[in-house]
């Protein structure tokens, strides 16, 4: 379905949030409510775009929305969507979970498994900040592998988080649900289409959102949509779409860009030298072809 | 004049059939011995569209909880079930529930918690749920616990109490032991309990938030809106089981029932199953002369301390059989009671009889001893405050 900029709607669903100026979270979930609409019952676990727009009596989604357990995104999502077939509304409305990556990749992953092999009638964004940024920038399974976070520190022999990012997207592909997909904010119409393309299936869905964090990553909050872009450009984001069983990559770059100008333009990359830079872009490769292979076969 | 349809079943099929006749509109449930053949059951009657509903299979019990309170949200009528472990798996959801007030009505079948691995019956699973939140009633046979899910929906629903309620039945002793039950026609049931209707739910017309976070400037007072229902409950369910015993011909004496107290020397207070063996040793000590006495506790949430406090002096000793217990304290239902009876002027002494750990049988035997002892203490012996009754060794 394509995206027309200009027919896109005025109305905003959300606003009067309290994150923080750049953050990328937001700028997902508004676009994706332009093109998702009024019929929208979000569910967000305790993260950041929680905190920030559901504290009493200052609420900032304006369509019905609640709040739940940090492990229970999915799970609340999916008796919201049974509730819903039993009241004979569950195809005018969309049931939209939003949680970060430490509520998806890590304490939330059961739930959202089972929503998703149950083929639950619901949508679920991650926007993935990388890290516990809500509690103060803790290490998640999704911290790229060398960032530092207050719970990966960094030291002579210490690079920050000494392991590889869980690979979300792999995960959730593997449950052969209708419709997954990754996406960025530097992106906005692959996002909104992608957006477009799930509200219109039945099922389990599910897209991955890079969310660039100025205050987690140490960078100027203008920079956060460069920020992705490049990360995309250089290969350590990927857009990809996962539909009736086949694997597609929706940017190729013909040449990756150097990983070292993304990662030297964050604070919690600063540590690393160019033997990391080089690994990071080892690891970089290897997952591409993984990515190429799946493409091809998938 | 409807037919009477009794029919011979175990507590968890009686459980079944009390669910049917409440018809939500969305159960999720993940199955854990000894509830197993409840959820089994729930599965057969949706299979067989007994009624509409939409059963999730979920895959743990946090989900369960989570789906619960996920639809109930959304205006419908929800179920779950579980037991021990799984109970304690959901406690942060229960939390949920209970503080947004969705009148989510579960069935607990109350089993001993791990370690010890055990799979037999106990109350240590609820009694760690027991500040969740949630009105927890016991129930002594599969024909109550049928009841008790049916008024349980009356109850969670009042507008003025909007709780979740726990109902608990001992795991295997009501669980999986047969007894005749009367199964009441659909129509007194939906008589008895109209569709759930609600203004405390997310609506297209009317959107909101929910289960929203509030800081310490309001966080107290939603706490007061909490427990002034839960005070109002004590209220409500007295009233629907008084009303219940008027449609249906059976009432269980809302939050306690006594047995044989009004001119009893010694009582013993107890919760669930063990009350009719506690009554059969009754009735035989007072052919011997023991002017003695059971009152069985149904709503350890609200707990009944009006009724406590109201003893004075009628008895001149109370035991307290606890099948469960707050490690370097006493059994949860002994503190609770005394605190109760503790009013100007109480002379009631009382004793604490831990026993039925783990599924252990509470024999006649154990209860007649427990008497001799309330008997004892109240002629000046000294006796131990708790004791644990018919251990192999101590």
Redesign the interface.
Known sequence: MAIKFNELTDQELLYGQKTCPGCAAPIAVRLALKVLG??T?T?LPACCM??TT????Q?S?????????F??T??????????????G?EDD?TILGIAGDGGTTDIGL??L??AC??NDNILYLCYDNEAYMNTGIQRSGSTPYGAWTTTSPTNEEVVGKNVVKKNLFDIICAHRIPYAATASVAYPRDLLEKIAKAKDIKGARFIHIQAPCPTGWGYKPELTVDLAKMAVENGLWTLAEYQNGKLTVNVKPKTFKPVKAYLSAQRRFRHLKEEDFAEIEKQRDQEWELLRRKENEL | MTKIDKRFLSGNEAVAEGVRLCRP??I?AYPITPQTTLVEKLSEFVADKEF???Y?????E???M???????????R?FTATSSQGLLYMC??LN?VSGSRFPVVMVNANRSTATPWNIFGDHRDAMAMRDSGWIQLYTESGQESMDTVIQAYRIAEDPRILTPVMVNLDGFSLTHTYDLVEVPDQEVVDRFLPAYQTDNK???KN?????????PD?HTEIRLQQQDAMDMAKKVIADVDAQFGKEFGRSYGGLVQEYRCDDADYVLVVLGSVAGVARTVVDELRKQGEKVGVIRVRSLRPFPNEYFASLKNRFKALGVLDRNLSFGNQGGVYTETKAALFTPGNMIQTLNFIAGLGGRDITKVNIAEMFSKLKAVSEGEAENEMQFIGLRWS
Do not use: W
């Open positions: 009024e019929n019952f569910c929680c905190a559901s504290v009493y009596p609420m989604f304006f369509i019905n929305n609640t709040t739940t357990a492990p229970a999915a799970s609340t999502c999916a008796g919201m969507a049974a509730a819903a077939k039993m009241l509304i409305v059961q739930a498994s089972g092999e149950r | 509109q969305v999720a509409p509903c939409e999730m299979l979920v895959e743990s946090h989900s369960a989570a789906a619960t309170m996920g639809a109930s949200m959304m205006g419908v929800t942060e959801m949920f997310l609506d297209l959107p909101k938030s929910q289960c929203i976070s509030i800081g309001f």
